[in-house]
């Protein structure tokens, strides 16, 4: 088990992986957000197996999104997923544990929409179906980084860019499977898998105490199955990182160290065994 709120570090690469050996990576983006969320995380990824990204905009269910990448998705892979990509990882693993050899879930929660939550989607998914989706974007961007980027025009304007990219009719269908999503608390303790559990510090949408119940629930688990003799001899590596300086977009705030912890983290499974 790590837990860290982590300085950025002194960036060096992992060693070269053997190829063969390499399990492939899924990425499942967040709402509204293009390939470009994980493109400064692509280089160290690829470093350790081949990187594909989920499609998530076809469905409005977080059950046929799930299916419908599983359908692509490789045998066995890595899965990785960010704000709605986490909701939809913990479905994956509900329909298909044993294709998941490890996972990460960034800036996300296991718990259900809120009624506040639900009230705020309702209201921005009217503005999009007004033909406002920049507006609705927009209006959510200062809680979706930290204070320090409120600013940062580059940041906004690719994270507009990413929500164009998306289209009105995909949105909204991502923000209909987020409100409906299930509460996947009562599932945590079923995963088996290792896991990395990551959160910016200041993460407004999905506050840092969400990634630790995650966290939590994953080490009772463990726990459990190792009282009852049916855990592994070892307990799966879990890792929990709370990214300092850093809101929720962490792949685009955090860059470097994003890909830092990510590369430590795979190349720990890769020692593992």
């Known amino acids: 088990m790590?837990?860290?709120?982590?300085?950025?570090?002194?960036?060096?690469?992992?060693?070269?992986?053997p190829p063969a050996s390499a399990l492939p990576?899924?990425?499942?983006?967040?709402?509204?957000?293009?390939?470009?969320l994980f493109a400064p995380q692509l280089p160290t990824l690829w470093r350790?197996?081949?990187?594909t990204l989920a499609q998530t905009t076809a469905h409005d269910s977080m059950a046929e999104m799930a299916r419908a990448i599983l359908r692509d998705a490789p045998p066995r892979f890595v899965l990785m997923g960010l704000s709605m990509g986490g909701y939809i990882a913990f479905e994956i693993l509900r329909q298909a544990?044993?294709?998941?050899?490890?996972?990460?879930?960034?800036d996300s929660s296991a718990r259900a929409d809120s009624e506040e939550a639900r009230a705020l989607r309702l209201r921005v998914m009217e503005l999009a179906r007004q033909d406002k989706l920049a507006l609705a974007i927009e209006l959510n961007f200062p809680r979706s980084v930290h204070a320090s980027r409120a600013d940062d025009e580059a940041l906004r304007a690719l994270v507009q860019a990413m929500a164009?990219?998306?289209?009105?009719?995909?949105?909204?269908?991502?923000?209909?499977?987020?409100?409906?999503?299930?509460?996947?608390?009562?599932?945590?303790?079923?995963?088996?898998?290792?896991s990395l559990v990551l959160v910016g510090a200041e993460d407004q949408l999905t506050p840092p105490a969400l990634a630790e119940e995650i966290h939590a629930a994953l080490l009772a688990g463990d726990q459990a199955r190792q009282a009852s003799g049916r855990g592994a001899a070892a307990a799966p590596l879990r890792q929990l990182h709370i990214v300092a300086q850093c809101g929720h977009l962490s792949t685009l705030e955090q860059p470097a160290l994003v890909a830092h912890i990510l590369d430590r983290w795979l190349l720990a499974l890769r020692r593992q065994g």
Request: hydrophobic content about 40%; aromatic content about 2%.
């Open 2 to 17: 790590t837990t860290s709120t982590i300085p950025v570090p002194s960036l060096a690469p992992s060693p070269a992986l």
């Open 48 to 51: 350790h197996g081949p990187v």
């Open 97 to 106: 544990p044993d294709r998941v050899a490890a996972l990460a879930i960034l």
């Open 25 to 36: 990576i899924l990425l499942v983006p967040g709402l509204a957000c293009s390939p470009a």
């Open 164 to 194: 164009q990219d998306t289209g009105v009719a995909a949105y909204l269908r991502q923000q209909t499977a987020i409100m409906q999503r299930c509460d996947s608390r009562p599932s945590l303790a079923q995963i088996r898998c290792p």
